[in-house]
């Protein structure tokens, strides 16, 4: 009988090691929950691992994440008082292990799984593949809490509920950008001569200071054999090197971001040769709203040999194919490019925007006669979505118009109306904000000469100037829809 009792306790230990490990699993899944690093860590993931939604759902999922913990630990768990699980089956099986003593704040809503949820939902809005997943990794979270005997299974429930409606809460603050291109024209006039195939008369330069990968020479002249590849010297003169290839191509090129890409759109609308696009800065807009976003994509476009009107517009006669502006956002850039060096792009972006907010003024301006304070006047190449804040994509790029938004410096408060009002929804009705389209407007500054910004470049512009669409357009190179 003693043997039959150890060899049942033998199999009985053995039987119970898997469930140990996956106790232990889901104890460690919990803790890395704890502060939301979990999350931080994927956003992380995403990205790193290049493209322009996946980095939108990392910032939508962090920002879903963020308004459902601040729910879901303010309001709620003050409002609803809800002792913890009495002590039974599920604290006992994981007792002893790290990470499982019970917290003294109330059971409803545990935190963790409003997070997770929400990042799920927000993440998974802006790339549909990661939904599923995310949302298995965030039940996983919730069920490790009550695995563990910290919540009971409603308030789990009750978290998901809190995390979806913060997921889609972002829509209406910040809406999801659409994967398809914007609508363009196929023109009715090709171009004088195109290229072959192989990419014959195409002269492409390639700027590495702006983000373009060590490899985007080689791959194209592996896509297009016969096209010349000019690969600048970090540091070196783009504006010299496209006038180069202007001269000898019948097609320029550029592969890098959009301040790149605005230059060699002058030099190409200057000499009357459509532009050859390649996607190689860190947003690349432009690119992206032609419907470029590789390199292989825009070596097809060559190939197929599709060429398109697009409009391009005009501040003070330079060009720009994106967006331009005056007031605080250029301080913003400028403030930026003296960091960025030092301590990277984006840590660079955070400083100057809280240096800026702290130091900024309006400027005095004379808007087609109109005397005025503004904070910040962004002028969109086309009409851009959302209308309001955060104007993030096209859905045309040659309806003709230019799309101005103003944020009033003359209302008291203005910025913190600016921001109460995108909180809620109700930019629309803020006096502070104003949004129109035209063709053109005269600017004249009360202040002296203007820093200027287009395409994300900033320059120094006069007292006085105009912003308007560019009578000829612009040809690029596009693939199929």
């Given at each position: 009988m003693r043997g039959l009792g150890r060899i049942h306790r033998r199999l009985s230990r053995r039987r119970s090691r898997p469930s140990a490990r996956v106790d232990e699993g889901l104890v460690l899944l919990g803790r890395?929950?704890?502060?939301?690093?979990?999350?931080?860590?994927v956003a992380?993931?995403?990205?790193?691992?290049?493209?322009?939604?996946?980095?939108?759902?990392?910032?939508?999922?962090?920002f879903a994440a963020g308004l459902a913990s601040a729910v879901a630990n303010g309001p709620v768990k003050v409002a609803v008082r809800r002792r913890r699980p009495v002590a039974g089956w599920p604290s006992r099986a994981l007792r002893g292990l790290p990470g499982t003593l019970t917290p003294a704040s109330s059971s409803f809503p545990p935190g963790h799984s409003a997070a997770g949820f929400a990042f799920a939902v927000g993440a998974g809005q802006e790339v549909p593949a990661l939904?599923?997943?995310?949302?298995?990794?965030?039940?996983?979270?919730?069920?490790?809490?009550?695995?563990?005997?910290?919540?009971?299974?409603?308030?789990?429930?009750?978290?998901?509920?809190?995390?979806?409606?913060?997921?889609?809460?972002?829509?209406?603050?910040?809406?999801?950008?659409p994967h398809e291109p914007a609508e363009v024209r196929t023109t009715l006039e090709r171009a004088e001569v195109e290229p072959s195939p192989g990419g014959a008369g195409l002269v492409v330069v390639v700027n590495p200071s702006a983000g373009s990968s060590g490899?985007?020479?080689?791959?194209?002249?592996?896509?297009?054999?016969?096209?010349?590849?000019?690969?600048?010297?970090?540091?070196g003169d783009l504006q010299s090197a496209l006038e180069k290839a202007a001269a000898k191509g019948c097609v320029i090129g550029v592969a890098g971001g959009d301040g790149s890409v605005n230059a060699a759109a002058a030099i190409a609308a200057d000499n009357d040769k459509p532009l050859f696009v390649v996607p190689g800065g860190t947003l690349n807009h432009f690119a992206f709203a032609l419907g470029l976003e590789s390199i292989?994509?825009?070596?097809q476009a060559v190939r197929?040999?599709?060429a398109v009107a697009v409009d391009r517009s005009v501040i003070n006669g330079h060009t720009f194919v994106n967006t331009a502006s005056i007031g605080n956002y250029v301080d913003l850039v400028d403030a930026?490019?003296?960091?960025?060096?030092?301590?990277?792009?984006?840590?660079?972006?955070?400083?100057?925007?809280?240096g800026v907010l702290r130091t900024s003024h309006p400027v005095e301006l004379e808007i087609d006669g109109r005397r005025r304070k503004v904070w910040m006047m962004f002028i969109g190449n086309c009409r851009y979505h959302p209308s309001g804040f955060a104007p993030s994509w096209r859905e045309r790029l040659d309806d003709g118009q230019l799309d101005v938004r103003i944020v009033d410096g003359t209302h008291p408060w203005s910025r913190t109306r600016l921001l109460l009002s995108v909180m809620t929804g109700r930019l629309a009705n803020c006096g502070a904000y104003e949004q129109r389209f035209v063709r053109s407007l005269?600017?004249?500054?009360?202040?002296?000469?203007?820093?200027?910004?287009?395409?994300?470049?900033?320059?120094?512009?006069?007292?006085?100037?105009?912003?308007?669409?560019?009578?000829?357009?612009?040809?690029?190179?596009?693939?199929?829809?």
């Amino acid at each position: 009988m003693r043997g039959l009792g150890r060899i049942h306790r033998r199999l009985s230990r053995r039987r119970s090691r898997p469930s140990a490990r996956v106790d232990e699993g889901l104890v460690l899944l919990g803790r890395a929950a704890d502060g939301s690093k979990l999350w931080l860590g994927v956003a992380a993931g995403l990205a790193l691992s290049g493209g322009r939604f996946r980095r939108r759902a990392a910032l939508r999922g962090l920002f879903a994440a963020g308004l459902a913990s601040a729910v879901a630990n303010g309001p709620v768990k003050v409002a609803v008082r809800r002792r913890r699980p009495v002590a039974g089956w599920p604290s006992r099986a994981l007792r002893g292990l790290p990470g499982t003593l019970t917290p003294a704040s109330s059971s409803f809503p545990p935190g963790h799984s409003a997070a997770g949820f929400a990042f799920a939902v927000g993440a998974g809005q802006e790339v549909p593949a990661l939904a599923a997943p995310l949302m298995v990794v965030a039940g996983m979270v919730g069920y490790s809490r009550v695995r563990s005997g910290i919540h009971h299974p409603s308030d789990v429930a009750a978290a998901a509920a809190i995390g979806a409606g913060a997921g889609l809460l972002t829509r209406r603050l910040w809406p999801v950008a659409p994967h398809e291109p914007a609508e363009v024209r196929t023109t009715l006039e090709r171009a004088e001569v195109e290229p072959s195939p192989g990419g014959a008369g195409l002269v492409v330069v390639v700027n590495p200071s702006a983000g373009s990968s060590g490899r985007a020479a080689e791959v194209l002249r592996a896509e297009l054999p016969e096209a010349e590849v000019v690969e600048l010297e970090e540091g070196g003169d783009l504006q010299s090197a496209l006038e180069k290839a202007a001269a000898k191509g019948c097609v320029i090129g550029v592969a890098g971001g959009d301040g790149s890409v605005n230059a060699a759109a002058a030099i190409a609308a200057d000499n009357d040769k459509p532009l050859f696009v390649v996607p190689g800065g860190t947003l690349n807009h432009f690119a992206f709203a032609l419907g470029l976003e590789s390199i292989a994509d825009a070596a097809q476009a060559v190939r197929d040999g599709r060429a398109v009107a697009v409009d391009r517009s005009v501040i003070n006669g330079h060009t720009f194919v994106n967006t331009a502006s005056i007031g605080n956002y250029v301080d913003l850039v400028d403030a930026r490019e003296k960091l960025e060096h030092r301590i990277g792009k984006w840590p660079a972006v955070v400083v100057a925007l809280l240096g800026v907010l702290r130091t900024s003024h309006p400027v005095e301006l004379e808007i087609d006669g109109r005397r005025r304070k503004v904070w910040m006047m962004f002028i969109g190449n086309c009409r851009y979505h959302p209308s309001g804040f955060a104007p993030s994509w096209r859905e045309r790029l040659d309806d003709g118009q230019l799309d101005v938004r103003i944020v009033d410096g003359t209302h008291p408060w203005s910025r913190t109306r600016l921001l109460l009002s995108v909180m809620t929804g109700r930019l629309a009705n803020c006096g502070a904000y104003e949004q129109r389209f035209v063709r053109s407007l005269h600017v004249k500054s009360l202040e002296g000469r203007l820093r200027l910004a287009r395409d994300g470049e900033t320059f120094d512009g006069p007292e006085e100037f105009t912003i308007a669409k560019a009578d000829d357009p612009l040809l690029v190179y596009v693939p199929e829809p």
